[in-house]
């Protein structure tokens, strides 16, 4: 299919290890973005891309989190010296340039213990 | 800043009734406003977006949804439930001036009852 994927499906870790999640949108899409939805949230926003550009990072909730695109294309989000309250479900969407409908991965599930 | 409420954790309707699930937004000036659907197991979908002109916005599946400015809400209906509309909802917003910032409600999980 040509869907949106992300790797790994889940992923458990030891606090303070690193963790890279991966990402890898759909053809064409120039836009990608970052979202972390924990039990009982909403999905919260943490990272836009435009092509390789981030222009709005504001939602990365500290300097522990960051994010890379590469060829317009794959993304990698990581995270350093992971804390327990990192657990959640890391979802990544990419969409057309504009306001268009974002099409949303399977998300990789964090455990950290 | 930038805000989306959807007041129900979860909304109970039986097969063949209409349904409605509320979302109120907090935004300066017009917003861009979307609907998601989350089914069990499976990855969030587009139901449908509001950007500029008719209130009145028809999406996938039957659903649609009503821009209210008075009221600050976008709530989603669909005139005869179904049993296959059981999942989650997610309204989300974003402020058309200078940000590409989503902000999406806590879901409301919708049951459908035979």
């Known amino acids: 299919g040509a869907g949106v994927s992300q790797s790994p499906s889940n992923k458990v870790t030891e606090k303070g290890k690193d963790v890279e999640l991966r990402c890898d949108p759909i053809s064409g899409h120039t836009a990608l973005y970052w979202y972390r939805q924990s039990l009982g949230q909403g999905l919260e926003f943490l990272i836009y891309f435009q092509g390789n550009s981030a222009p709005d990072k504001s939602g990365l909730p500290s300097d522990r989190f960051s994010a890379e695109r590469t060829g317009g294309s794959v993304s990698t989000l990581t995270i350093q010296r992971t804390q327990q309250e990192d657990s959640a479900v890391y979802l990544c969407?990419?969409?057309?340039?504009?306001?268009?409908?974002?099409?949303f991965g399977p998300g990789t599930r964090l455990t950290v213990l | 800043a930038q805000s989306v409420a959807q007041p129900e954790d979860q909304v109970n309707v039986a097969e063949g009734n209409p349904l409605t699930v509320k979302c109120t937004y907090s935004?300066?000036?017009?917003?861009?406003l979307f609907w998601y659907v989350q089914y069990p197991n499976r990855g969030l979908q587009f139901l449908l977006k509001y950007i500029t002109g008719d209130n009145l916005v028809k999406g996938s599946y039957g659903f649609e949804a009503e821009f209210n400015k008075s009221q600050t809400s976008f709530h989603l209906k669909k005139p005869s439930a179904l049993v296959s509309d059981s999942a989650l909802y997610f309204c989300?917003?974003?402020?058309?001036?200078?940000?590409?910032?989503?902000?999406f409600g806590t879901g409301t999980r919708l049951k459908v009852l035979a």
């Open positions: 989300a917003v974003r402020d058309p001036r200078g940000t590409y910032k989503y902000i």
């Open positions: 969407a990419s969409s057309f340039a504009g306001v268009n409908e974002q099409f």
């Open positions: 935004v300066s000036g017009n917003p861009y």
